[in-house]
T-cell receptor, first 113, second 111 residues
Framework: EAGVTQSPTHLIKTRGQQATLRCSPISGHTSVYWYQQALGLGLQFLLW???????NRGNFPPRFSGRQFPNYSSELNVNALELEDSALYLC????????????FGDGTRLSIL | RKEVEQDPGPFNVPEGATVAFNCTYSNSASQSFFWYRQDCRKEPKLLMS???SGNEDGRFTAQLNRASQYISLLIRDSKLSDSATYLC????????????FGRGTSLIVHP
């Protein structure tokens, strides 16, 4: 069974540009979560999608947005990139029940120059 | 008080040692608990769920103490490959299935 897949692996942008990160959940998983992990810091919750809808978002500015497609894959968009957006962006999926654990993709490492 | 707190370490132990980590949580309504392992610059990987009665998986034992609101992870016979950061995760039910991650505890196992 394929795990959570994310693309691209690495992304290099400059300040002010826009970035799009993609995630495909494990087959059968309908919930997708996005996290930001800056170097040396813990995971910061960004967004949660379930059944195509945004269910919750963390304490991030509106320039962080995303969506979930009918096939449950998801996209994270970051507009007006800033230097401090440099981080590892992790996507996780889980099965329908909230008690199930999340499974993570390898992440996208976003570097802002 | 942070929702989930862990001692960042590092815990520096020799091969073969037994080491234990604790993780405290503030929300008494928390109902699901997990330990993840994260290697440097890699994604977190589920190590084990934590059940009320405690559970064991090989050299790893997880326990939950609801009264004192903490979970623990015990690693016996440490291996060099156990070197990683161990993340505690707590989920509360009731509409918001957002897990809260601790900052992690760093373990270094040396020869």
């Amino acid at each position: 069974e394929a795990g959570v897949t994310q693309s691209p692996t690495h992304l290099i942008k400059t300040r002010g540009q826009q970035a799009t990160l993609r995630c495909s959940p494990i087959s059968g998983h309908t919930s997708v979560y996005w996290y930001q992990q800056a170097l040396g810091l813990g995971l910061q919750f960004l967004l949660w999608y379930d059944e195509g809808e945004e269910r919750n978002r963390g304490n991030f500015p509106p320039r962080f947005s995303g969506r979930q497609f009918p096939n449950y894959s998801s996209e994270l968009n970051v507009n007006a990139l800033e230097l401090e957006d440099s981080a590892l962006y992790l996507c996780a999926s889980r099965e329908g029940s909230g008690v199930q654990p999340q499974h993570f993709g390898d992440g996208t490492r976003l570097s802002i120059l | 008080r942070k929702e989930v707190e862990q001692d960042p370490g590092p815990f520096n132990v020799p091969e073969g040692a037994t080491v234990a980590f604790n993780c405290t949580y503030s929300n008494s309504a928390s109902q699901s608990f997990f330990w993840y392992r994260q290697d440097c610059r890699k994604e977190p990987k589920l190590l084990m769920s934590v059940y009320s009665s405690g559970n064991e998986d090989g050299r790893f034992t997880a326990q939950l103490n609801r009264a004192s609101q903490y979970i623990s992870l015990l690693i016996r016979d440490s291996k060099l490959s156990d070197s990683a950061t161990y993340l505690c995760v707590v989920k509360s039910m009731g509409g918001s299935y957002i897990p809260t991650f601790g900052r992690g505890t760093s373990l270094i196992v040396h020869p």
